[in-house]
């Protein structure tokens, strides 16, 4: 097969210390670590954002939307000289329209090296903001035994779990009403109308359960708000039974007093942390400004934003926004516009991602629907031929080589027989071991037809020309009337780098891995450097609900 290009002529290389310099500048930048989740959540800087090389052209776009924005792309280093996979990613975010792009030289390691800590886990700064919220701002906590009594002996109080739904069905505390914690400001008058009512707050481990709580108490409401330690986590730790595939859900009817006087309270709360709601024009300025990316998001229900969300915002649920922010602000100093709908949502989340760093403003749905977005990049679109049923089985009675590029444990737990894993970045080394040449047919499996599309630009690259797509995946394959097999231990664990062992198998009644997260979330403030924690601006509240 064609070999990947060696030379590294077209891509500019920075070292870790001048990477660093510029995370503390004032220009904005993005530093995008283009390995996989496994390899991502095992070690990276505080900063980076994941930007698997797998989903590279489909989520860049949408975490970078700037084509000017400064860019450093990191991998782990091992074939730094070479075509590593930071090198390829350069490349292909050059043909995508980005202009300031290099690749840090010796990746992961030539940080650590440079005398950097390399953090495990995900979400990094929103994690660690929820572990100085509960310091600087007190916020009370009760055990799960403590909360266990309270149950059993009916004691009057309120729980909800701060997750999303399909968390909540997967494993949530017995009783638990799931409230998105975007969702809490907005509906708690609703949910709980007796202010003497104690409410309490859970999610599986601690940044939710923090987050959400400090939101109710920060806004002024007048219960006793609590977090629940370590959530449900800390629930099995305790050797006290979870409850699964609950189909609770908060009602939908609201009631209009309550969320008046949450608009009130909100209204508040946002002047505080100057909030300010721009006019159109002022808005279109944020827009248009050529020096400065603005992500204009829209953090109200799926449902909501399906019903008549801007097509030029971008959706991130507000409760999800401030846990995983970097899944979808990749420009660190970018400026954020959030579409306010109700006067509730967006004002409360735009006050915590003031406090994580960014600079926050609000514009009204009305004004927010005479916007436009400049040029911004465009994902890649290059859509390979689908195959159905009927030439499914046309294909597999041919010489045909069958890849599935979707996730390893989807792939464990079923795929089509004869089909081999591989994942983009392993691409090259799969088919080397197969010994495909370039005169090859591949038939490739993917969940989302996007990710196959793109894999197809590297085998393209490397001659490959006869590529093709199963319709709908592994379904068309299995209506074809074609086998079908499980391999509970294939891929290797070692060649799993799509899938991160460390934060996966705490949910799974591992107990120790649940002991080790808890450990690592409350140990992230201590790994911080000061510049790592000079970013956040959290606030003490100035009014607080009372404490158990």
């Keep these: 097969m064609t070999s990947i290009r060696n030379d590294v002529d077209d891509v500019a290389f920075v070292d870790a210390s001048t990477v660093r310099a510029w995370l503390n500048d004032e220009a904005e930048i993005a530093l995008l670590d283009v390995r996989e989740a496994g390899q991502f959540g095992e070690g990276h800087p505080f900063f980076a954002t994941p930007l698997p090389y797998s989903r590279l052209e489909i989520d860049a776009p949408r975490l970078v939307p700037g084509p000017g924005t400064r860019i450093v792309l990191l991998d782990d280093g091992e074939y730094a000289g070479r075509a590593s996979i930071a090198v390829l990613a350069a490349r292909r975010l050059s ?32 994690k660690t903001f929820g572990e100085l ?13 403590e909360l266990a009594v309270l149950i059993e002996e009916g004691r009057a109080h309120a729980l909800f779990d701060g997750r999303t739904l399909d968390e909540h069905r997967k494993m949530t505390i017995p009783g638990a009403v799931p409230v998105p914690n975007g969702e809490l400001a907005y509906r708690i008058g609703t949910l709980v109308a007796d202010p003497a009512t104690p409410i309490v707050i859970h999610c599986a481990g601690r940044t939710r359960s923090i987050i959400g709580a400090q939101t109710l108490r920060n806004l002024g409401v007048p219960n006793p708000v609590i977090a629940l330690e370590n959530g449900t986590q800390g629930w099995a730790l305790a050797r006290l039974k979870l409850e699964h595939g609950s189909e609770r859900r908060y009602p939908d009817i609201l009631n209009e007093a309550s969320v008046a006087e949450a608009r009130t309270r909100a209204a508040t709360l946002a002047a505080r942390f100057d909030v300010a709601t721009l006019d159109a024009s002022a808005a279109q300025e944020w827009l248009d400004d050529p020096d400065r990316t603005t992500f ?26 401030v846990q995983a922010t970097d899944q979808t602000i990749g420009v660190r100093r970018a400026r954020v516009l959030l579409v306010d709908y109700d006067g509730v949502r967006a004002p409360v989340i735009a ?67 004869g089909a081999h894993w591989s994942i983009r970045p392993q691409l090259a080394s799969t088919l080397a071991a197969l010994k495909a040449a370039p005169g090859d047919t591949l038939l490739l499996f993917a969940d989302e037809p996007a990710v196959a599309n793109i894999a197809a630009t590297d085998l393209r690259e490397w001659g490959f020309t006869s590529l093709y797509l199963a319709a709908n995946g592994i379904d068309t394959w299995k209506k074809a009337g074609l086998p079908v097999v499980s391999t509970p231990d294939l891929p290797a664990d070692a060649a799993r780098i799509d899938y991160l062992f460390f934060v996966h198998d705490r949910h799974d009644g591992n107990l120790d891995a649940a002991r080790r997260y808890l450990d690592w979330e409350t140990g992230l403030i201590a790994q911080c450097a000061p510049d790592e924690l000079a970013v956040f601006r959290i606030d003490t509240p100035a009014t607080e609900s009372p404490s158990r």
């Design 351 to 417: 006050t915590w991602l003031v406090q994580l760093g960014f600079e926050a403003a609000l514009v009204d749905a009305p004004n927010a629907t005479t916007l436009h977005v400049g040029k911004r990049i465009a994902p890649v679109q290059s859509p390979l031929p689908l195959l159905d049923t009927v030439a499914l089985r046309e294909a597999a009675t041919g010489h045909v080589l069958l890849l599935d590029l979707r996730s390893s444990a989807a792939y464990r737990r079923e795929h089509a027989a």
């Design 133 to 145: 919220v509960e310091q600087a701002q007190g916020t009370p906590h009760l055990s799960p035994e």
């Design 296 to 321: 204009l998001i829209d953090v109200r229900t799926p449902e909501e934003f399906a019903r008549d969300g801007l097509p030029s915002a971008i959706h991130a649920p507000g409760g999800q926004l």
């Design 95 to 126: 043909a995508l329209g980005y202009t300031k792009v290099s690749v840090l030289r010796d990746g992961a390691r030539g940080w650590l090296a440079a005398g950097y800590t390399l953090f495990k886990g995900v979400n990094l700064p929103s």
